[in-house]
């Protein structure tokens, strides 16, 4: 681990700037979650929609509640089995909370990351901080620091380095704040985890059901400029040599597509290298992008997802708001 300016990075932050830094899950694009004209120059750099929630970052547990309201105890069972750790908890919110962080709506999402240099930004900070994946609206999150100097440059006042982006897809997002305890967004702490800390299943979210807006919530996210879509293992063999290629078949020809990444095949790695290798194959110059169909099995759901809104928002121009 290299030294990295803590003291700068807290120092902007307490003056309204924006600070990126890594997480266990990806990057994210912080502000100073107690100020909302900070907050504010988040939705500006990502050209955010203004009613899209942020996640509130946080070093220690005890700090929950300075955050949520009436935390109920299964909350803190899960903080205790899962933080630090990519696991978001939907909670009813302070009144002090800015409607700019959640909003508008009386909820807030609040994380421990499981990262070194998350840790001891947060710890150093001592607040919490407003931090969305660091990239534009809708488009795939980055796992590096490169990628969030490509993507935002001089939006983002300081942007640290750090070690990889161990998990490499965003985390679970649980709502609490209601009688029944739901999945809004699947991450790689899955279901039958988070139900055997608890003691019982908690529910995944159906589509269109009305619940608190979240993060990667919309029907396309996550996406590449070039347009994406599935494909089967044989489709893939017999495609042309324009488009750009993600398999996890390692006989398919090297050098007969535009790029060709294979995969690996648990998919803890390919949740790891996903985003990565979106970012690769979206810049080979390719005319489309085949992704080989996936497993449709027990740890694959958050991958499926993700993949999922990227093939829906796929080729579509940049969103303006």
């Known amino acids: 681990m290299i030294d990295l300016p803590y003291d700068r990075a807290v120092a902007l932050l307490r003056a309204g700037e924006l600070v990126a830094f890594p997480t266990e899950t990806v990057y994210g694009l912080g502000a100073d ?58 909670l009813k919110k302070q009144a002090h909370v800015s409607d700019t962080v959640t909003g508008g709506q009386d909820t807030v999402g609040l994380r421990i990351p499981d990262h070194p240099v998350a840790h001891e930004l947060l710890s150093a900070f001592g607040g919490g901080v407003a931090a969305p994946s660091a990239n534009r609206f809708g488009r795939i999150s980055p796992t590096t620091a490169h990628d969030v100097r490509e993507e935002l440059g001089d939006a983002v006042a300081l942007v640290l380095e750090g070690d ?14 209601r009688d029944e305890i739901v999945i809004l967004r699947p991450g790689m702490i899955g279901a039958r985890a988070i139900g055997a800390v608890l ?8 589509a269109n059901e009305k619940a608190p ?28 040599h324009d488009v750009a290629v993600l398999t996890r078949a390692s006989e398919i020809p090297a050098g007969r597509y535009a790029m060709c990444i294979d995969a690996p095949f648990d998919p803890q ?8 290798s979106l970012r690769a194959l979206d810049t080979s110059g390719a005319r ?19 993949l999922g809104r990227a093939v829906t928002g ?4 940049e969103r303006t708001v």
């Open 269 to 276: 790695g390919y949740a790891r290298e996903l985003y990565s």
């Open 199 to 206: 003691g019982h299943m908690p529910r995944m979210r159906m």
């Open 213 to 240: 807006r979240v993060s990667g919530s919309l029907s396309a996210h996550y996406a590449p400029r070039t347009a994406m879509r599935y494909a089967t293992r044989e489709e893939i063999r017999n495609a042309p």
């Open 164 to 177: 990889a982006c161990d998990v490499g897809i965003e985390s679970t997002i649980i709502d609490l704040s």
């Open 33 to 90: 979650a107690s100020n909302p004209e900070a907050v504010k120059k988040i939705f500006a750099a990502k050209q955010r929609p203004a009613d899209h929630p942020l996640i509130v970052h946080l070093a220690d547990a005890a700090q929950i509640a300075d955050w949520a309201l009436n935390v109920p105890e299964e909350a803190k069972v899960l903080a205790n089995a899962f933080w630090p750790g990519p696991m978001t908890l939907i």
């Open 314 to 317: 796929s080729g579509q121009p």
């Open 288 to 306: 489309e992008i085949l992704v080989e169909t996936l497993p449709d099995e027990q740890g694959w759901e958050a991958i499926h997802d993700r």
